[in-house]
């Protein structure tokens, strides 16, 4: 790992960030979420609860206040079939045919005296403290919460007037620490289950991510595989998700830099092979060079010739060095008539030849008209260099298909010895030589086998192919396509113009 800044190799104190696994990152923050999440729920569901307690609790009050007053107003001593005497009785009476709910006490209160349940006993949690008893009987709300030794207590009180006697109270209170204590064994085995769930969780979501981070783990296996050298190695792909998209675009990288490391190669390869002959031949003649002079004139002139030779070969490499640049073509809209007149006019200084102008398409193409040139100017070179003066070389470009097939095709053909049927696959290879023909002619010059190489390269940048059409002895012809995707019609072919 290089610092970005300076591209001086990192230390490990350097780097930054976490040295714990992804894996188990990723369980860690599940887990946190999921904990999190079970806190809040827990939380939330208890006080709910105790909430409820407390509603549940008012509830009661405020009902056995309800039928305490109904009971008032309405009931009979069941003894004298008469109402009630005295207030002490009717709480004696109503009192008794009470069956209180767990943690609720029901009383009265006559003067000093405490008119309980058939039973006679006042539960220890309203005289644990003596305080309780006497600041409900003189408190002057109808209902409210006090907290006691026993915990918290709700309660509600009824007063009965008695005209004729002494005054009395119904009080009805309820202790809610029976309530909040099931509350919190409820949270307490729900905890316990959600504990249980979550190592659960954890242990599902380090298989999961262990299963999401396998291609990554592959992917990183493969690039600790990748030398220097071997370039070959790629991810298996599986599915089409997120992770498949990111090995089918790490393969797509490992295609760009094994077609680029190719290509660097069989550039050298390519130089290094070409240039050692010239080299040598310079080298050789330059150490036995004559004392005489005509003898050393004839061979400065090869040492020159050789040299120019070395020059073309390492200007035709820098160029189709820089035709794997995506800047190589500047495509805009050409006039492809005007390109073909002007081929044609450029061509004329190649040779003592018979330039025949076949057919001239009219219209327009997004094309580079200078690398088009070059790439004609290359090809009519090559139709010189294979036939005899005053032959005649024809030239023509046509329009081909419609639509998004329509291509612009340029083309020029000669009446030389044509191409062989086994040197016609590879023709447009770099440093490919055809095999010398019987009908060559004597003015057929052998080059280094790099200027069809060109032609190709500036049609691929184009989109398009070269093309060569040809039989042993009745001449050649040699082409480019460059796609066209338009509408205009297709211009019928002009007549023959010499």
Known sequence: MTDSATGVPATDAQRRGSSLPARWKITGWIMLTTLLLLVVVLVTARNL??????????????????????????????????????????????????????????????????????????????????????SLRTASDTAGVLDTEAGEVRWGRV????????????????FTRGGQDLVDRTMGTIAAVGGVGLLLTTGVAYLVAGRILAPVRTLRAVAAEIGETDLTARVPVYGRDDIADLAETFNAMLDRLEHAYTTQRQFVDDAGHELRTPITIVRGHLELLPDDPEERRRTLALVDSELDRMGRIVSDLLMLAKAEQPDFVVPKETEVAG????????????????????????????????????????????????????????????????????????????????????????????????????????????????????????????????????????????????????????????????
């Not at 008209?369 to 090559?382: D, K």
């Not at 040197?423 to 790099?450: K, M």
């Open 49 to 134: 609860l105790l909430r409820d307690v407390d509603v549940r609790a008012n509830a009661d009050i405020e009902q056995e206040a309800d039928e305490f007053r109904r009971f008032a107003a309405e009931g009979v001593d069941p003894t004298t079939t008469a109402p009630f005497e005295s207030v002490e009785r009717l709480l004696e009476v109503y009192l008794a045919r009470q069956s209180p709910a767990a943690g609720e006490v029901m009383l009265g209160l006559v003067a000093d005296r405490v008119v309980t349940q058939p039973d006679g006993i006042v539960p220890e949690s309203l005289t644990r403290d003596p305080e309780v008893l006497p």
């Open 159 to 174: 007063t009965v007037d008695n005209p004729g006697g002494e005054d009395g109270t119904f009080l009805v209170t309820v």
């Open 339 to 498: 390109l073909l007149l002007d081929v044609e006019s450029k061509v004329q200084t190649l040779g003592d030849r018979g330039w025949l102008l076949m057919e001239v398409a009219e219209g327009t193409c997004r094309l580079d008209a200078q690398r088009i040139t070059q790439a004609m100017v290359q090809l009519a070179s090559n139709a010189v260099g294979h036939t005899e003066t005053g032959s005649r070389i024809r030239l023509g470009s046509r329009f081909v298909g419609d639509g998004t097939a329509r291509v612009f095709s340029v083309w020029i053909a000669d009446d030389g010895p044509g191409v062989s049927p086994e040197d016609a696959p590879r023709i447009f290879e770099r440093f490919h030589r055809g095999r010398p023909s019987d009908q060559a002619p004597a003015t057929h010059r052998s080059g280094a086998g790099l200027g069809l190489a060109i032609v190709r390269a500036i049609a691929d940048a184009h989109g398009g192919s070269a093309w060569v059409r040809s039989a042993p002895g009745q001449g050649a012809t040699f082409g480019l396509d460059v796609p066209a995707p338009t509408t205009t019609p297709t211009d019928p072919p002009t007549e023959e113009i010499s």
